[in-house]
């Protein structure tokens, strides 16, 4: 299966992904703190959660149209948020920059993570706060969201290699039932991370 055309998904006049927080995100939101960066925002639909919750949210993804749909769902719900289109693969946040890091499936190829993770890590300030969701290995062939390639998905070994320099508060696959619109709806099995920057770097 090709990967999705992000600006023809988002083209669709309903949220692909529905407009509400993902669950995850909303249960440990107050640990974040300000601001927030959010990568493969799509749409907004977290971003704006987490500006209604008095937090300066950056929200960065490659598709145009989702943050055009992001923008306006902000302005919909009376709060601001800042976008940016960006390839993730070229992305570079400035260092010492945000309270809190925000990855919810943001499902890239190892050689992207290899360069992206690592500068995540760098744009936190000490006692900064990254979450992460994402759909496992042991999604494959379950039909109820997510990419079918391997590499696209993440295992708790994955994320410890992956994110180095942050103490981890939680890190476990699980399985729950997703409900992100028609894209993400059920039983799923998902990587749930939340983890703290200790030290400068």
């Given amino acids: 299966m090709s ?5 023809a998904r988002y083209s669709a006049p309903e949220f692909a992904y ?5 669950s995850f995100l909303k249960q440990h939101a107050d640990l974040l703190l300000d601001p927030v960066l959010s ?28 943050l055009a749909k992001a923008a ?25 920059v945000y309270g809190g890091v925000v990855s919810i499936y943001a499902h890239l190829p190892s050689s992207i993570r290899a360069q992206l993770h690592p500068l995540l890590t760098q744009t936190m300030k000490p006692g900064g706060i990254l979450i992460l ?3 496992s290995e042991n999604q494959r062939g379950r039909g109820t969201g997510g990419p079918g390639d391997p590499d696209l ?20 696959e699980t399985e729950r039932d997703v409900l992100e619109g028609k894209f993400h709806t059920g039983l799923a099995s998902v990587i749930q991370y939340i983890g703290k920057k200790v030290s400068i770097g």
Avoid: M
Avoid at 18 to 22: F, H, L, P, R, V
Avoid at 155 to 166: A, D, Q, S
């Fill in 3 to 7: 990967p999705p055309d992000w600006n």
């Fill in 18 to 22: 529905g407009t509400e927080a993902n």
């Fill in 39 to 66: 990568i493969a925002e799509g749409e907004g639909r977290n971003a704006v959660y987490l500006a209604s919750k008095g937090l300066r949210v950056h929200a960065v993804d490659n598709s145009s149209v989702g």
């Fill in 72 to 96: 306006k769902l902000a302005a919909d719900r009376n709060v601001v948020i800042t976008t940016e289109v960006a390839d993730l693969q070229n992305f570079a946040p400035e260092p010492n």
């Fill in 133 to 135: 969701e994402a759909y």
């Fill in 153 to 172: 998905l993440l295992t708790c070994g994955k994320v410890e290699r992956e994110l180095v320099g942050l103490e981890t508060i939680l890190l476990q």
